[in-house]
């Protein structure tokens, strides 16, 4: 019966690829109409670009799972049918139920405020703040469902804190936090034709494909399968939407696509049991937001803007730069500012005035840094590049290297 629902699951999320398909060029005007179009900066005639695309991604990705809700259920209650009497089953799955209910409000609600983010241009603490809000209806649903807030410690700390440990209100807190990074991770590594669709696809694959080698392996079915339900729409719309988000870019994502994946990645790795290692899968995201810190915390001067400058003469990008005194930094800032240059991970230009001119701390900016001046385009398959390579090494930490400390 599994297979069946995975695979109606499946026809769903095609005949959601080919609707969006369909969709996304009818509804530019409509968008320009609207406003909701911004400039390609990064093109020698700056064309207007119809943005925000990410909120109706997110529709038919609902819509989609709307009309699967009641297949899993119908199929679960006629294989629990007795055989001779055709009797329905006594109970039905309520947790099943409200673990999917719970999973697409709280999509719903990051779609909603990325939208209203495109609109209205939030501040920062709102989009810290309105994250942690629309978790809560997923982290009700784990308490009710689940409330298992202890973590297995590996091998070597179990000598001193033994093989396992209850923390409690914090792992509710660590969840929190998880959706929270997840929302703004994909929206910080972004800017550029096709990277924020790019980074979510390649996301995406690899937790189908770690959902898939965990049903081979007959590791906890009923959370791997509800992952599956979720990440195959997300793939079939988010294949859509890059394909108009390419380079060159037809449409923009807005801030709503990336809360909408992040959300959607953050729901399936809690209520699938495996946070861990979806932060794996963030390991490029996890990289840019460290790199990031001196000048999102303001350790350092951050301009409004991060992107890449672009040379309309050679087509190519180059860094974008921020400049500072020293002695306008704090201690911490100082001291970030002396390991980043120690390792080579910043440009460094000083003027005569003594002031400093350093490349923003992103990691768009630092493959810049590393390869000089690119291609956007480029610059895109290098980032994409890197998000791979770290998927590969995410399933050797996940595979053979966890065994060590694991039992497995």
Known sequence: MSAIVIAINAAISVS????????????????????????????RDQPQ?????GVLIGCVFLVSLFLFIPIPFTFDEAAAMDVETGGKPATFPHDKFVELIAALLSICC??????ADDVLDLRWRHKLLLPTIATLPLLMV????????????????????????????????YMGMLAVFCTNAINILAGINGLEVGQSLIIAASILVFNITELCLGHQIESHKFSIYFVLPFLATSLALWKFNKYPSKVFVGDTFCYFAGMTFAVVGILGHFSKTLLLFFLPQIINFLYSTPQLFH??????????????KTDLLHISTTDFHPKELGTLG??????????????WQEKSDGRVITNNFTLINFVLVVFGPVHERVVTQMLMGVQVMCTLVAFVIRYPLANYFYET
């Not at 670009?49 to 695309?53: K, L």
């Not at 990051?110 to 939208?115: H, R, S, Y």
């Not at 350790?299 to 309309?312: E, I």
């Open 110 to 115: 990051m779609i909603f405020l990325g939208f």
């Open 299 to 312: 350790f350092v001067p951050c301009p409004r803007h991060r992107l890449p400058k672009y040379d309309a």
């Open 16 to 43: 959601a690829y080919l609707m969006t398909v369909r969709m996304i060029p009818r509804f530019r005007d409509m968008f320009v109409k609207a406003r909701l179009y911004g400039k390609d900066l990064c093109k």
């Open 142 to 173: 784990y308490y009710v469902n689940y409330n298992s807030t202890t973590i297995i410690l590996p091998h070597f700390a179990r000598a001193f804190f033994g093989k396992s440990v209850n923390i409690g209100i914090f792992y509710y807190v």
């Open 334 to 347: 100082r001291v970030m500012v002396t390991v980043f240059r120690t390792l080579r991970l910043i440009s």
């Open 49 to 53: 670009v119809p943005e925000s695309y």
